[in-house]
């Protein structure tokens, strides 16, 4: 398995084929005396703004703590989680109530449902 | 039946990206400025409209990805953004474009001036993506569209020299103005290749789950609709080439443009001017916020349909909705539609090989198309055209800006 060619920026879905996010980033453990593995993947926009720049991933992170649903929306998933990887991943998750999509339900609350229609 | 939603899906997509308020304004001033001399620049945008919209169709079906998923997983999170934020930026000009162009229509058949109509418009194509669902949308902008065919009848009717036309696909360089000719020849290219078509071409493949099988009607539909829609496009620059060209009326302004459908037509040319132009419009109007709504949600992953109530795709549909609502103050404010709408295409025209570029590259890759590979003939003509639109941009935005 290639870290970068099959899983960082695949798309997740969930245990019922709702999508989560991209793979955002991996994250490694380092274990002494034998090779890193895979501990984990990340979902979020500030694991995106990370891999631009360090500092505009902490300024996001307080930006999106500040505002509507008070989450910065970083979804770590063990990597035991992970049951398949093909042409998206598929984790063993609900996705709703997750970090993951907490501005998504935000925005549907607060924004959407005023609308007329939305349902 | 199922191949016959197909084509469709790709006479729809013609309509709306192909022509609409882009292709009418950039090739009508072209008729109008330069008779048939810039007709090759149109054969040109269509060999490459027809190659990119294959492809896009073919790797949707081969990877079971959209080109922005696949786009995504290839390129990384930093190539994502670096793409989408031009992206973005020129297609809310060419939705405020597209959104002047229906109201544009809707003032010359009521006489209320357009930034009266920026929000109506914008309302109505927000309500039918709100409510509607997809198919409705495609069925009715193809078959309400084929009022636009109005343009080549009376581009016929006008009996229009062939041997000039046929001259004009033949590329020639300009004899006076040549910061004119080459700004409307990117515009043009600008408008014909829309990067939003092919976002929008190879979602509508995924979400109608196409496979290998459909490789073959996908070849056909992207031949027939693009084509259908050059053969629009082709009567517009003619019918311009007939009625203005030889009087030396230079268009710039909308109301003008109508006259060359009521010169072969007579007066109920000006209603199916406004007709062709506010369906067009409408339909790519549609065509941009979906489309972009698509490219974010597929970019970052986001849950997305079309086919469902808006909470259930939340910021999908709030993007669309942010995007139209804003596009349509612009609107509102009163910028003249003509001149945004000819600005933007030569911006689209700027950013074209962010997509066609990598683009290329996927549909390159072993790993991911397999057997179904794009031959060098496809490569060299959409690598070539786009990369030539582009240069030729860049240096004929600036000069036009000085000039004009």
Same mark, same amino acid.
């Given at each position: 398995?290639? $870290?970068?060619? =099959?899983? $960082? ?14 793979? =955002? ?14 501990? +984990? ?51 063993? $998750?609900? +996705? ?18 005023? $609308?007329?229609?939305?349902? | ?27 009508? %001033? ?37 080109? %922005?998923?696949?786009?995504? /997983?290839? #390129? ?5 953004? !670096?793409?989408? @934020? ?11 474009? /597209? @959104? ?19 929000? &109506? ?14 198919? !409705? ?23 229009? &020299? !062939? ?24 515009? @043009? ?9 092919? #976002? ?136 003249? &539609?003509?001149?945004?709408?000819? #600005? ?9 090989? !962010?997509?066609?570029? &990598? ?46």
């Amino acid at each position: 398995m290639n $870290l970068t060619r =099959d899983i $960082l920026d695949q798309q997740v879905v969930d245990r019922r084929g709702q999508r989560l996010g991209k793979v =955002d980033g991996v994250i490694l453990e380092l274990r002494e005396g034998a090779p890193p593995r895979i501990a +984990a993947i990340e979902i979020g926009p500030v694991a995106v703004a990370r891999r631009m720049h360090p500092r505009l991933a902490a300024w996001l992170q307080r930006w999106l703590h500040g505002h509507g649903p008070r989450s910065d929306g970083t979804l770590r998933i063990p990597w035991s989680q992970v049951k398949a990887i093909g042409v998206d991943v598929r984790v063993d $998750l609900i +996705a709703d109530g997750t970090p993951a999509r907490a501005w998504e339900e935000w925005l549907r609350d607060h924004v959407v449902r005023r $609308l007329p229609g939305a349902e | 039946m199922k191949k016959y939603l197909q084509v469709t899906l790709g006479i729809f997509t013609s309509i709306g990206g192909f022509l609409e308020v882009g292709a009418i304004a950039t090739t009508a %001033q072209a008729g109008a400025q330069f008779g048939f001399r810039l007709a090759w620049v149109l054969l040109l945008g269509t060999i490459c409209v027809i190659f990119l919209v294959e492809m896009s169709g073919r790797l949707s079906a081969v990877s079971k990805h959209t080109l %922005q998923d696949a786009m995504r /997983e290839r #390129f990384g999170a930093g190539f994502f953004l !670096l793409s989408t @934020i031009p992206g973005m930026v020129v297609d809310w000009l060419v939705l405020a474009s /597209e @959104i002047g162009g229906v109201a544009l229509a809707l003032q010359l058949v009521t006489g209320v001036g357009y930034q009266w109509w920026a929000f &109506p418009v914008a309302i109505a194509a927000w309500l039918l993506m709100w409510k509607g669902n997809l198919g !409705l949308v495609e069925n009715g902008t193809a078959l309400l569209g084929l009022v636009a065919l109005a343009f080549v009848v009376a581009a016929v009717r006008l009996h229009p &020299p !062939l041997h000039d036309l046929a001259a004009g696909l033949v590329p020639s360089l300009p004899r006076s103005d040549g910061a004119g000719y080459w700004f409307l020849a990117v515009s @043009i290219l600008g408008a014909l290749i829309s990067p939003y078509l092919f #976002f929008f071409y190879s979602s509508g493949a995924i979400e109608d789950q196409w496979d290998e099988n459909h490789i073959g009607s996908n070849r056909f539909t992207a031949i027939v609709g693009m084509s259908f829609g050059a053969v629009l496009a082709f009567g517009v620059l003619t019918a311009a080439a007939m009625v203005f060209y030889p009087r030396g009326i230079q268009v710039d302004r909308y109301e003008q443009v109508a006259l060359m459908l009521t010169e072969a037509l007579g007066r109920p040319g000006l209603y199916l001017f406004a007709g062709a132009l506010g369906i067009t419009c409408f339909g790519a109007a549609l065509e941009v916020a979906l489309g972009r709504a698509y490219v974010l949600a597929q970019g970052f992953g986001w849950n997305y349909t079309l086919n469902s109530p808006p909470a259930n795709s939340a910021r999908f549909s709030l993007v669309y909705t942010g995007m139209i609502g804003s596009a349509a103050v612009l609107m509102a404010l009163g910028i003249d &539609p003509l001149t945004l709408t000819v #600005f933007s295409m030569a911006l689209t025209a700027v950013t074209l090989p !962010l997509v066609t570029l &990598p683009f290329i590259l996927l549909m390159n890759d072993r790993a991911y198309m397999g057997e179904y590979r794009n031959g060098w003939i496809g490569n060299v003509a959409v690598v070539g055209i786009s990369l030539l639109a582009s240069l030729i941009a860049l240096v004929a935005i600036p000069l036009q800006l000085l000039g004009g």
